[in-house]
C-alpha cells in the first residue's frame, strides 16, 4: 500500500483488471483500465454504461426531528422543504462565503444521507458532528461503499439486478435491497448520463460489481475518464473549481440557494454572498473552448480577444472526447462573462484562439418527470 493511502473495497478487483493505480484524495484509485485508456472509457459512458468506483466519497447519515432545520444553519439549502425520496445538491459555506466542500443531501424515510468529497470526508464530518449535536445523530457509514453506474444503458443494467429502480427519475432516492440487504439508490451522477450511486455494505461492492459486468453494456471506467465526462457535463469539481476561497455565486451556483434562504436564512457568510447575488461579483465561472486540439489545464492565463488584457484563469481543463474539442472551466471577468465572446488562452507562452460558452458543453441526459 502506497504510505497513508486508504484502499477501497475494490482495489483488488482494480489489480485483477489491469487498473493503473494513483493517489486521490487520501485513497488508492484507478485512474484507468488495461485494453481501453481514459477515451475509450469516456465514450463507452456516453454510449452504452460504464461503472466507477466511488467508494473513497463519505456516507454520512443523519438521524434525528430536526435534521433539516440543524443542515440549514451550516449550509444554504432549502431543507425544510426537501420531501421524503428526494436529493439536493448543496454546500457548506464558511464565513467568507467560501465553499468548504460541495455535497448531496438525500432525505430517506427515517433519515437523512449526506454524500461529501473525499478529501473532505474527515472534516466534513467534524463539522457535523459539532454542529448538528443538537439536531441529529450524525454516524459515518464506513461500513458502506459507494458505486456509480452512468450511461445510456444504465438504467436496464441496474433494473436487471435491482428491479424497482426502473422508475426512479433524477434526484430520487430509494432505499431498496440487494442479496437481502439494504441499498441506498440515487438516481443522480458526475457525468451528465442517466444514471445511479449505489451504496451497499462494503462485503458487497465487488458481488455487485461483478453481477453489473455480466452485461455486455458495462464496462468499469477510472478518474480520468471521470473527470473528462464531467467537465463536458459542466460540472465544478471541488478543490479544482470550486474551494473554500471561492463562493457560489463566483460559481454560478447560486441556483443551488433558495429564495426563502435568501430572505430568512442564516447560515455562514449569508452576508457576503447575499451581496454579491445584489450586486455582482469580480469574477465568474464560465465554460471555455478552444478553437484548436491542443487541451488547456488549470492555471492558464485567459486573456480578452486582443491578447492584451488578463481577464481570467482556467480552474481545469481537457480534450473532450464527445465533442472532438479541448473544454475547459475557468473565471473571468464579469464583462467577458457571456456566450460567444472571443478570448485568448495562453498555453505554453502561445495564444489559443477560443470563446466563453454556455454550460454544459455536452447536454444533460437525466430522465426526468
Request: hydrophobic share 45%; glycine share 8%; charged share 20%.
Amino acid at each position: 500500500m502506497i504510505e497513508d493511502l486508504r484502499r477501497t473495497p475494490l482495489y483488488d478487483f482494480h489489480i485483477e483488471n489491469g487498473a493503473k493505480i494513483v493517489p486521490f484524495a487520501g485513497f488508492e484509485m484507478p485512474l484507468q483500465y488495461a485494453g481501453a485508456g481514459i477515451i475509450a472509457e469516456h465514450k463507452h459512458t456516453r454510449e452504452k454504461a460504464s461503472l466507477f468506483d466511488v467508494a473513497h466519497m463519505g456516507i454520512i447519515k443523519l438521524e434525528g426531528e430536526e435534521v433539516a432545520k440543524g443542515l440549514e444553519t451550516i449550509t444554504p439549502g432549502d431543507f425544510l422543504s426537501l420531501a421524503v425520496g428526494k436529493q439536493k445538491y448543496s454546500f457548506f459555506t464558511n464565513e467568507n462565503g467560501g465553499i468548504i466542500d460541495d455535497i448531496m443531501v438525500a432525505n430517506y424515510p427515517n433519515f437523512f444521507i449526506v454524500v461529501v468529497n473525499a478529501a473532505s470526508r474527515n472534516n466534513d464530518l467534524l463539522l457535523m458532528q459539532q454542529k448538528l449535536a443538537n439536531y441529529a445523530k450524525v454516524t459515518e457509514l464506513d461500513d458502506y461503499a459507494l458505486l456509480a453506474l452512468q450511461g445510456p444503458m444504465a438504467r436496464k443494467a441496474l433494473a436487471k439486478i435491482i428491479p424497482d429502480v426502473s422508475d426512479m427519475t433524477f434526484m430520487q432516492v430509494r432505499e431498496s435491497q440487494f442479496m437481502n440487504n439494504p441499498a441506498l439508490i440515487s438516481c443522480s451522477g458526475y457525468t451528465g448520463e442517466d444514471g445511479f450511486e449505489i451504496a451497499v455494505p462494503n462485503y458487497l461492492v465487488e458481488t455487485l460489481a461483478r453481477k453489473l459486468l455480466e452485461n455486455p453494456d458495462v464496462k468499469m471506467a477510472g478518474l480520468g475518464a471521470r473527470d473528462t465526462l464531467r467537465l463536458e457535463a459542466g460540472l465544478p469539481l471541488h478543490g479544482n473549481d470550486i474551494d473554500a476561497f471561492t463562493t457560489p455565486v463566483e460559481a454560478q451556483l447560486t441556483w443551488a440557494i433558495g429564495k426563502r434562504r435568501q430572505i430568512e436564512g442564516n447560515f455562514p457568510g449569508k452576508e457576503i454572498i447575499l451581496a454579491q447575488i445584489a450586486n455582482g461579483t469580480d469574477l465568474l465561472m464560465v465554460g471555455i473552448k478552444v478553437d484548436s486540439k491542443i487541451p488547456v489545464r488549470s492555471h492558464a492565463v485567459i486573456k480578452d480577444e486582443t491578447g492584451d488584457e488578463e481577464i481570467g484563469m482556467i480552474t481545469s481543463g481537457t480534450f473532450g472526447a464527445t465533442i472532438n474539442a479541448p473544454v475547459a472551466l475557468g473565471y473571468i471577468d464579469p464583462a467577458f462573462a457571456t456566450d460567444g465572446i472571443n478570448v485568448k488562452v495562453v498555453v505554453h507562452g502561445n495564444l489559443l484562439d477560443a470563446k466563453v460558452v454556455n454550460l454544459p458543453f455536452v447536454p444533460h441526459n437525466y430522465v426526468r418527470k
